[in-house]
């Protein structure tokens, strides 16, 4: 297992980037609960980030937002929304434990 970050330091809508099994991932706090994601996008590999996507998204809706194609997923499944990212894709998931105030990925 390896610790990401405690619980009591991510804020609702916080985002917290590290590294799993060599590849650049995303752990989100989104409607108060906690996922975590190969943060990869699956069109061309760019990087994603919790926002509103402008002209993508309605006010105050966030989604996980790539920043070099503009696809969208959705931050509780990583399930793509719209944007060039295959339908049908997702961001690879990865599980998450808490121990005490601790997340880690196993």
């Known amino acids: ?59 105050g809706e966030k989604r996980l937002h790539c920043q070099w194609h503009d696809s969208t997923f959705k931050p509780e499944t990583g399930e793509r929304i719209d944007g060039p990212a295959p339908e049908g894709s997702s961001l690879p998931k990865i599980n998450i434990k808490v121990e005490g105030d601790t997340i880690y990925a196993i």
């Open 1 to 59: 297992m390896t610790a990401i970050k405690k619980i009591s330091e991510i804020n609702e809508g916080d985002t917290v980037d590290f590294d799993y099994q060599g590849q650049p991932a995303i752990l989100v706090k989104f409607k108060g609960q906690i996922y975590a994601y190969t943060n990869v996008c699956t069109h061309e590999g760019g990087p994603s980030v919790l926002e509103e996507a402008p002209g993508i998204t309605a006010p």
